[in-house]
């Protein structure tokens, strides 16, 4: 069982910046893939960002690609969500998620059934 913890949401003006950050109760395996996910009021849950432990490829969706960056510290157990220039639209619930088993597919990173663990949820609300 993995448990993870999620930290850093708040209240942000519009061009402002915060850091998620998600720490997993134990060490994840190699072939894990961690990610980030959100979701707003009457909205389905979506793919934001996912990187791969070994080797720390990552993977964005387009709405976010140049403005966030997801990253991990091995040693802690830790992924961080660095979120530059928010907009109104990024305001939502933000979710880490793990995937412990191999994933061995890529485009399977974006699918929320493919984690098998996630965090309690982090309020990201930016204002116009």
């Known amino acids: 069982q993995v448990q993870l913890i999620e930290s850093g949401g708040g209240l942000v003006q519009a061009g402002g910046s915060l850091r998620l950050s998600c720490a997993a109760s134990s060490r994840l395996f190699s072939d894990s893939a961690m990610s980030w996910f959100r979701q707003a009021p009457g909205k389905e849950r979506e793919f934001v960002a996912a990187?791969?432990?070994?080797?720390?490829?990552?993977y964005y969706t387009d709405s976010v690609k140049g403005r966030f960056t997801i990253s991990r510290d091995v040693a802690k157990n830790t992924v961080y969500l660095q979120m530059n220039s928010l907009k109104p639209e990024d305001t939502a619930v933000y979710y880490c998620?793990?995937?412990?088993?191999?994933?061995?597919?890529?485009?399977?990173?974006?699918?929320?059934?493919?984690?098998?663990?996630w965090g309690q949820g982090t309020q990201v609300t930016v204002s116009s």
């Open positions: 990187i791969k432990w070994r080797g720390g490829t990552t």
């Open positions: 998620a793990a995937a412990v088993r191999p994933v061995l597919l890529d485009r399977v990173l974006s699918t929320p059934r493919t984690y098998d663990y």
